[in-house]
């Protein structure tokens, strides 16, 4: 149990252009859901938290107009980074959990390359 | 701010030898999670801990939450090549966010 996908496993685009990566929990419901930032050799960085049905909580620096995330179920959050540029390359992470955070399972990532 | 150090940094160690790496934070926490990521994949969780003082297996790994509520020990017996890999720790208290350490690179020599 506590299997969680992301989709997709790498995406390649312009600069400029939006991308949206899901993150679903398979095998149970996930009441909180984080979204991480993973730069090479480093540490996860907390980007956001999401609850179903309400907004995300981002965390300082984050600018939520370009981080967009939705949480609508209780098995699925997305990501959007929307007007990409080359900075936002990296490798993103989410997180969900069925118990007010305790126990975060991790998806497989997302490379997220912008050109 | 809230500090969360792992050390060592890295290791490089001969198949069969134990590993020991810790976590310590600047206040205490009431959960602390080991991790271990492959490269290019999401970390994958090897413990949970939420009472000081308890000692949790999971095969070849062992954690403790320390006494003091502010560090966390992961010991790995017999390591093999598979281990290879990086180590994260997590620690949280109550319902915050969770901070995490930046990592435990670890090399097994066959």
């Known amino acids: 149990g506590a299997v969680v996908s992301q989709h997709p496993s790498w995406v390649i685009c312009k600069s400029g252009t939006s991308v949206k990566i899901e993150c679903r929990s398979l095998?149970?419901?996930?009441?909180?859901m984080f979204w991480y930032r993973q730069f090479p050799k480093q540490s996860l960085m907390l980007m956001a938290t999401?609850?179903?049905?309400?907004?995300?909580?981002?965390e300082q620096g984050v600018e939520k107009d370009k981080f967009l995330i939705n949480h609508a179920s209780l098995t699925l959050s997305t990501l959007t980074v929307t007007s990409a540029h080359p900075e936002d390359s990296s490798f993103y992470i989410c997180?969900?959990?069925?118990?007010?955070?305790?126990?975060?399972?991790f998806g497989p990532g997302t490379r997220l390359t912008v050109l | 701010g809230q500090q969360l150090n792992q050390s060592p940094q890295s290791m490089f160690i001969q198949e069969g030898e134990d590993v020991s790496m810790n976590c310590t934070s600047s206040?205490?926490?009431?959960?602390w999670l080991w991790y271990k990521q492959d490269p290019g994949e999401g970390p994958v969780l090897l413990i949970a801990?939420?009472?000081?003082?308890e000692l949790t297996s999971n095969g070849r790994l062992t954690a403790q939450f320390g006494i003091t509520r502010k560090d966390s020990f992961l010991n790995i017996s017999a390591s093999i090549p598979s281990d290879v890999g990086i180590y994260f720790c997590?620690?949280?208290?109550?319902?915050?966010?969770?901070?995490f350490g930046s990592g435990t690179k670890l090399n097994v020599k066959p």
């Open positions: 997180s969900a959990s069925r118990n007010r955070g305790n126990e975060q399972f």
């Open positions: 095998d149970f419901q996930a009441t909180t």
């Open positions: 999401s609850n179903e049905g309400s907004k995300a909580t981002y």
């Open positions: 206040s205490i926490f009431n959960t």
């Open positions: 801990l939420y009472k000081a003082g």
């Open positions: 997590a620690g949280r208290y109550n319902f915050n966010k969770f901070y």
